[in-house]
Every structure is written in C-alpha cells, then in structure tokens.
C-alpha cells in the first residue's frame, strides 16, 4: 500500500481501526505505517508507539523489534525522550544522541545499538491514557522541520483512532468480563439448588454452606460451586453464556 497523504491518513487509520482486533494490533499496524511513511530509500526509521495507563506502559507497539528494545531501555530507566513527549504534551527532538546532555544513562545505552538520532511526538489522548510516536534513526540530524512537522500532523490524525481503538478493545473487554460474571453466577446459583435439595434448607442457608465450604478449602465460591455441579451433573454446568 503507498503511504497515505494527510487527507487521506485519517481514513486509513480508521481503517487499521477496523481492520485490527485489538489495540496492541492496531498500534503495531500504525507503527509499521508511521515507519514506511518517514523513511526514504537510503535513510531507514523505525517506529515505536507507546501507550500509557495512568502513567504506566499499557501497549508498545513497534515496526521492529529494533524499536521495541529502545522503548523497552527506556522503561528501564523510567526516563527519556519518549516518555517525556507523553507526559509533557511536547515534541521531543535528539538529532545527536552523541551529544545529548539530557537522560544520560538512556541515551549512552541506546547510542550502543547504533542509534544516532530520535523524534518523539505526543499523541494527544485523554483521561488516563498518554501516548507518544517514537522515530528512531541510525544516523545524526535524520528530522529536519519538514518532517517534525509531517510526524506532529501524523500524530494528530492518530489521536482519534487511538481514542477508538482503546474504546473498542476496553469495551469489547467490559463485555468479556461481565459474561464471565454471569456466567459465574448461574454456576453459584446452580449449585445453591442442588444444596437446597439435598439439605433441604433455605436458599441463604444453602449459600452459607457453599460458603463456608470455599474458605474451608481455600477455594473460590465459584470453584466450589463447579465442583458441585459437576459431582452431580457428571461433567461442569453449561449455561446460556458459553458459546
């Protein structure tokens, strides 16, 4: 696919939206995007996207695993360009990492991997989450302005279809979650039946035994219950939440 130009980028990354499963996917998919986009036929960047939750990496997504390890240094250290960029909302440029004063110990161990310059733009989200496009270049000076102000647009067209993709996946998993509770639940219930018909007891009594059952076995409630059901059913509860 040729590299989008700025009208058409928004509906291409909309398109990745689509196209991906999950926001990891779509990250990587926009990283490897972002490094086709900047890169020229003898002059290779490569592209890291960082994704922060209350101020903790949640994704990095990359075009390499080059890239990945840079985002990965920087993690270890707690500090630098990127994360910078993310929690100040501004651009970040390094055209000699040779010559960078600041973040000494990241910028000495990335030097070491042949990386001479890096260009890290925010990505304007909200809530929580922060956001960063990182490029990584082997060689000195490889952003002139023309192409800090091309990946600041990039990132602006990002921003909206990373706010979707992380709606979408945290949707998708809010759904996950509650089927697994409900699914749970029946189980419970199931299970506080077949107690009720053996003891011949009430409902909050039979749930008192199941209960005390699961902190005397240091086992879930939910646990507990399956065990029920299944010494009775002969194999685990099917509910109307399994597929």
């Not at 070491?112 to 260009?119: A, D, I, P, V």
Request: overall charge negative.
């Amino acid at each position: 696919m040729p590299s989008p130009n700025s009208t058409q980028l928004p509906s291409v990354l909309i398109d990745l939206v689509l196209e991906s499963p999950d926001v990891q996917d779509f990250l990587n998919r926009s990283a490897v995007l972002a490094a086709r986009e900047f890169s020229g036929p003898d002059s290779p960047v490569s592209c890291a996207v960082t994704l922060l939750y209350k101020s903790r990496p949640r994704v990095v997504a990359s075009s390499s695993d080059e890239a990945t390890l840079m985002d990965e240094i920087q993690y270890s250290y707690g500090d630098g360009p990127c994360l910078t960029a993310a929690h100040s909302g501004e651009t970040v440029l390094v055209e000699d990492l040779a010559a960078e004063q600041r973040w000494p110990d990241y910028t000495s161990e990335v030097s070491r991997h042949g990386l001479r310059s890096l260009l890290a733009v925010p990505i304007a989200l909200s809530g929580d989450y922060l956001s960063a496009l990182n490029l990584y270049a082997d060689r000195e000076d490889a952003f002139p302005d023309a192409t800090v102000q091309a990946a600041e647009s990039f990132a602006r067209h990002s921003a909206a279809a990373v706010r979707l993709a992380i709606r979408i996946t945290d949707t998708a998993s809010r759904a996950e979650d509650l089927v697994a509770a409900m699914r749970s639940r029946t189980t419970i219930d199931i299970a506080i039946g077949i107690i009720m018909g053996q003891s011949r007891c009430s409902q909050q009594q039979a749930f008192n035994v199941l209960l005390a059952a699961s902190s005397h076995r240091n086992m879930k409630l939910r646990e507990v219950a399956e065990s029920i059901v299944a010494s009775v059913n002969g194999e685990p509860a099917k509910t109307h939440f399994d597929g």
